[in-house]
């Protein structure tokens, strides 16, 4: 079965930093993408940060290029997602999501073919 486990979302001030992790399985990592989403209520999903299991080639939306780093660790399966600096607008809850596609900037259009639970990310002011 596919399972991507996604952790370490929680409650940090502005400035602060916190790490996402994300633990793929059931799928051959290399051949696809691998994207971190969030969504707030009421407003779409978007994709913040995609990185390709093949080449490593990396996407991120704009608003985090410089306070977000992509990485992944394909000998133990793991992506991870630094998040610094963080903003009161960072706040929302973040998915973790693959998708058989190479191109990160394409993946991360959102039309992914895996979701895992998401996990809550709250920057206070």
């Known amino acids: 079965d596919v399972q991507l486990q996604a952790f370490g979302g929680g409650l940090v001030q502005t400035g602060g930093s916190l790490r996402l992790s994300c633990a793929p399985s059931g799928f051959t990592f290399r051949d696809y993408s691998i994207g971190w989403f969030r969504q707030v209520p009421g407003l779409e999903r978007e994709g913040v940060s995609c990185i390709s299991g093949g080449d490593g080639s990396i996407y991120y939306l704009g608003s985090v290029k410089g306070r977000f780093t992509i990485s992944s660790d394909n000998a133990r399966r793991m992506v991870y997602l630094q998040m610094d600096s963080l903003r009161p607008e960072d706040t929302a809850v973040y998915y973790c999501?693959?998708?058989?596609?190479?191109?990160?900037?394409?993946?991360?259009?959102?039309?992914?073919?895996?979701w895992g639970k998401g996990t809550q990310v709250t920057v206070s002011s």
């Open positions: 999501a693959a998708v058989r596609i190479e191109n990160p900037k394409i993946a991360c259009r959102g039309d992914m073919d895996y």
